[in-house]
């Protein structure tokens, strides 16, 4: 049978309404200097087996937000906006796909804000290059996949702001001036939990 369109969620109030925590799930994708070089025996194990780095998040929308579905994304995109687009690690993590440093971070969203129990997911690949060459392509294809799997219609990865020109800072660079040399990568900041630091993107 071929793969339809999941029927859609019911639009859900809490009762009684109130503040209402997101259950916010992010799994980073990458590779580290000791993974296969082959890509074969890299993806030979299992999907739980791959380089990733889970983090939980929950943010809480206001019962005044609650109200209507437009309302809750009004509120979280904001938020949404101080993670994305840059991610940053302590350590010097390679592309999901190659051996090259990770210098962009690509995310996948679902949402499904509509429930009572509000959730959402972002998959972020930190790959070399997200536009150009091998790692580009094959990550478009793992967004087709995704979108033919969600019934969504297919839509091209966006892309990345180029500020910064072609070339992104490594992931494992300086959070505030970007610096990539080993001795600043020392001195990063960083949360002791997850060893993530994040870019704010002032909006
Ligand atoms: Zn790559
Ligand atoms: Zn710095």
């Known amino acids: 049978m071929l793969p339809g369109r999941p029927p859609p969620r019911p639009f859900e109030v809490p009762d009684p309404l109130r503040d209402t925590e997101v259950c916010y799930r992010i799994i980073v994708y990458g ?24 983090v939980q998040l929950g943010p809480v929308i206001p019962a005044s937000k609650m109200l209507t579905i437009q309302d809750r994304r009004e509120f979280i995109k904001p938020y949404a906006r101080t993670i994305i687009p840059d991610l940053k690690h302590n350590k010097p993590w390679r592309c999901e796909f190659c051996t090259k440093f990770a210098r962009e971070a690509v ?47 297919p839509t091209p990865l966006p892309k990345l702001p180029r500020e910064y020109g072609l070339k992104y800072p490594m992931a494992a660079s300086c959070v505030n001036c970007n610096s990539e040399s080993k001795e600043n ?19």
């Open 107 to 153: 995310w996948m969203n679902s949402e499904w804000l509509q429930l009572k129990n509000p959730n959402m997911i972002s998959y972020v690949h930190l790959v070399c290059n997200s536009e150009i060459g091998d790692c580009a392509e094959t990550l478009s294809a793992i967004n087709s996949q995704m979108q033919a799997l969600a019934g969504a219609p």
């Open 31 to 54: 590779s580290c200097s000791r993974d296969p070089a082959d890509m074969d025996e890299r993806f030979s194990k299992d999907e739980q087996e791959q380089r990733r780095l889970e």
């Open 185 to 203: 990568r020392k001195r990063l900041k960083q949360c002791n939990g997850c060893k993530l630091t994040r870019c704010v993107q002032l909006v």
